[in-house]
């Protein structure tokens, strides 16, 4: 099949956009705001972009909490979801009103950080301690704002469970990290293979 994205004329009762750009990493983003009341959301448009320095970035449909707490601080940590946090991930995502603690609605201990002004999840297997670098509201071709709000920021100190490491290497068949895929689907990673580079 062929669709254009602009006509959405795909024929098929759900978008299959979300569900071909699969699996994707969840980044469970922690900030506070000016009063420093904190606030957890789960964004699935989230990665690293890049290593030296480490960089990560979320994107938000929609000015949130999570955005506008981050520009105004400039601080925030992305919390890395396993199989045994999925519960608390998913009550973190509803539509709480502002100011309200997703961290006491999914009943999740907070930890404190220790170069950014932000708690972490306490039970999380790792969490990245980010300093904010810029928020872009994306445009799309014809120079209009798509409400998309690009979140990037530099890790500046990484907490990482000791259980994890296996031979001194992270080892994801530990943690069994969660992913996310189109629809209302996720995913677990459970087994890994090795592939070396060609002439490396």
Not at 66 to 83: A, K, L, Q, R
Not at 142 to 159: I, L, M, R
Not at 160 to 183: E, H, I, N, Q, W
Not at 186 to 192: D, I, L, S
Request: hydrophobic share 40%; net charge negative.
């Amino acid at each position: 099949m062929f669709y254009e994205t602009s006509k959405n004329d795909h024929g098929l009762p759900f978008n299959p956009f979300k569900a071909i750009v699969s699996p994707r990493p969840i980044g469970w983003i922690s900030s506070v705001d000016l009063e420093g009341r904190a606030n957890l959301a789960p964004y699935s448009f989230f990665n690293a972009i890049g290593d030296t320095p480490p960089i990560v970035m979320f994107s938000s449909t929609g000015y949130k909490d999570s955005v506008s707490n981050i520009d105004e601080t400039g601080e925030f940590v992305c919390n890395m979801v396993s199989w045994d946090l999925k519960d608390g991930m998913n009550t973190s995502s509803a539509p709480l009103p502002h100011g309200e603690s997703e961290f006491e609605a999914a009943k999740l201990e907070m930890a404190e950080s220790n170069l950014v002004n932000v708690p972490r999840v306490a039970s999380a297997y790792s969490a990245l301690e980010c300093k904010h670098l810029k928020t872009e509201n994306m445009r799309d071709l014809d120079g209009n704002e798509t409400g998309s709000y690009v979140v990037f920021g530099q890790v500046v100190a990484v907490h990482l469970a000791d259980d994890v490491l296996t031979d001194g290497r992270f080892d994801v068949t530990k943690v069994r990290p969660l992913s996310r895929l189109g629809y209302k689907d996720y995913a677990v990673v459970n087994e890994v293979f090795e592939m070396g580079r060609p002439g490396a």
